[in-house]
T-cell receptor, first 117, second 116 residues
Framework: AQSVTQLGSHVSVSEGALVLLRCNYS??????LFWYVQYPNQGLQLLLK??????LVKGINGFEAEFKKSETSFHLTKPSAHMSDAAEYFC???????????????FGQGTILTVHP | GAVVSQHPSRVICKSGTSVKIECRSL??????MFWYRQFPKQSLMLMAT?????????EQGVEKDKFLINHASLTLSTLTVTSAHPEDSSFYIC????????????FGPGTRLTVL
C-alpha cells in the first residue's frame, strides 16, 4: 500500500529564508504525489502535483517540489518565505482504489510552517 | 479548478441530536465525492467515498449507520452524523472528483462540528 511520511511536524523559518518541507513516500508502483496547504479552519488548497511527467514540479505561490525516485522523496521548497506562507502543509499520495476508476488520497501527518519576521 | 462548497461552516449541537452537512460541487458534475474527518492537530482521514446513485463505500472502522451518506445528484452529497456525541466533534471536509480529473480532488472549506 502506498503511504507518505512527513519529517518534522513543525518547521520555523525567518521571512526571506528558504523553506524546505520533507516528504518521503512508499509505493510499489509509480506514485501520484501531491502537496496541499491548509490555513486555519479552512479546506485544502492544491499547491502542486506530480503525475509521472517532469520530476521538478512548479506550483502556486512560488513553491516547487522535486520527485526523486532514488530517494523516494518529494520535498517541497520555496526560495524565500513570506509571512503569508504560514500554514499547515500536507503531502499526499494516491492509493489504488481497487477496481475503481479513481484513486483515493492518503495524507501525511502534516507540517506546520511558522514564518517569523 | 472545481469549486466545492459546504454548509454549514460551523455547527454546535447537543449530544444525541443528528446533524446534516451538505457538500456541493458548484461548477462540475461529480459522480464521486469524498468525506474526510480531521481531529485537532491531526491529518485528514478518509471516512467514505460517496458515489452518485449508489451506496457509499466506508473506510475500515467508520460506522456506516452513524455516518449516513447520501449522494442523490451529481452535485450534492450529504453527510448526516446521527445521534452525535462529543467524540464526534471534529472538522469534516468533503472533496469532489470531477469527471476527467482522475487524480485531482477539490476540497470544500470544511465544517466544524462541536457536540456538547
Amino acid at each position: 500500500a502506498q503511504s507518505v511520511t512527513q519529517l518534522g511536524s513543525h518547521v520555523s523559518v525567518s521571512e526571506g529564508a528558504l523553506v524546505l518541507l520533507r516528504c518521503n513516500y512508499s509505493s510499489s508502483v509509480p506514485p501520484y504525489l501531491f502537496w496541499y496547504v491548509q490555513y486555519p479552519n479552512q479546506g485544502l488548497q492544491l499547491l502542486l502535483k506530480y503525475t509521472s511527467a517532469a520530476t521538478l514540479v512548479k506550483g502556486i505561490n512560488g513553491f516547487e517540489a522535486e520527485f526523486k525516485k532514488s530517494e523516494t522523496s518529494f520535498h517541497l521548497t520555496k526560495p524565500s518565505a513570506h509571512m503569508s506562507d504560514a500554514a499547515e502543509y500536507f503531502c499526499a499520495v494516491i492509493t489504488n482504489a481497487g477496481g475503481t476508476s479513481y484513486g483515493k488520497l492518503t495524507f501525511g501527518q502534516g507540517t506546520i510552517l511558522t514564518v517569523h519576521p | 479548478g472545481a469549486v466545492v462548497s459546504q454548509h454549514p461552516s460551523r455547527v454546535i449541537c447537543k449530544s444525541g441530536t443528528s446533524v446534516k452537512i451538505e457538500c456541493r460541487s458548484l461548477d462540475f458534475q461529480a459522480t464521486t465525492m469524498f468525506w474526510y474527518r480531521q481531529f485537532p492537530k491531526q491529518s485528514l482521514m478518509l471516512m467514505a467515498t460517496s458515489n452518485e446513485g449508489s451506496k457509499a463505500t466506508y473506510e475500515q472502522g467508520v460506522e456506516k449507520d452513524k455516518f449516513l451518506i447520501n449522494h442523490a445528484s451529481l452535485t450534492l452529497s450529504t453527510l448526516t452524523v446521527t445521534s452525535a456525541h462529543p467524540e464526534d466533534s471534529s472538522f469534516y471536509i468533503c472533496s469532489d472528483l470531477p469527471a476527467g480529473y482522475y487524480n485531482e480532488q477539490f476540497f470544500g472549506p470544511g465544517t466544524r462540528l462541536t457536540v456538547l
